[in-house]
């Protein structure tokens, strides 16, 4: 099959569409990953006992159950139970669930590498706990966890390709529909893959410098 430029110009304004729906679920999911985790990471550091265990089993059946069984069992198995959500919703939160897990991880190896000295310095101080986590300890572990965070970010945003299943229009699925009516097929996956890498390198070098940045004390 010969490459048909025509046919190229064609598509490309649904392929287009396809790489806004996924910047969407990237900025929706990611949004829910970064701040879930840290929620999760904070709960399992200061909780009680039975609410550390419950995070620990949560979060390891989050990391151990593949992406697209999550994604099915939300979207056809909970409309048994009477819940419907949309294909879109379902996977925004699917995603974002399965990487806050991953982010708690990160979030908590931080949160263990912060020095006694510093919880003893903050309690010597006598500032309050909320000011302890919010001044001293959450912008210590952000800085030096900002490039791990970021990478899963830029995960997320590949595995965006796999809400095709359930039918979310994201890139890989408008690049499948275009295939699927023209029967055609090396266009619209070789544009799709494309973009998906034009999206992805200028995220890489962004999250570079900031890095950089961040070393350096720049934030």
């Known amino acids: 099959m010969s490459w048909d430029w025509a046919y190229a110009w ?4 649904t392929l287009l569409r396809g790489v806004g729906q996924t910047f969407l679920v990237t900025v929706l999911s990611g949004t829910i990953a970064l701040l879930g985790g840290l929620l999760i990471a904070v709960a399992g550091w200061t909780g009680p006992r039975v609410a550390q265990v419950c995070l620990r089993v949560l979060v390891e059946v989050t990391r151990g159950v593949p992406i697209l069984v999550l994604l ?3 979207f056809y198995g909970l409309p048994g139970a009477g819940l419907r959500p949309s294909a879109f919703l379902t996977g ?7 990487y806050a897990a991953y982010c708690s991880e990160v979030y908590r190896g931080g949160l263990a590498s912060v020095p006694g000295t510093t ?10 706990t909320r000011v302890t986590w ?3 300890v959450l912008p210590t572990v952000l800085r030096a966890n900002v490039g791990a965070l970021a990478n899963y970010i830029v995960i997320l945003y590949k595995q965006t390709a796999l ?4 039918g979310v229009p994201v890139l890989l699925t408008n690049a499948q529909v275009a295939g699927y009516e023209s029967f055609r097929y090396l266009e619209p996956f070789t544009l799709a893959g494309l973009l998906y890498l034009l999206l992805n390198l200028p995220s890489v070098w962004i999250i570079r410098r900031v890095e950089r940045r961040v070393t350096r004390g720049g934030f």
């Open 134 to 136: 919010a001044r001293v």
């Open 92 to 98: 925004v939160v699917v995603l974002g669930a399965v």
């Open 72 to 74: 099915f069992f939300a």
């Open 10 to 13: 064609q598509i490309m304004p």
């Open 119 to 128: 919880w003893d310095a903050a309690a010597a101080l006598g500032l309050p």
């Open 163 to 166: 809400l095709f299943a359930i």
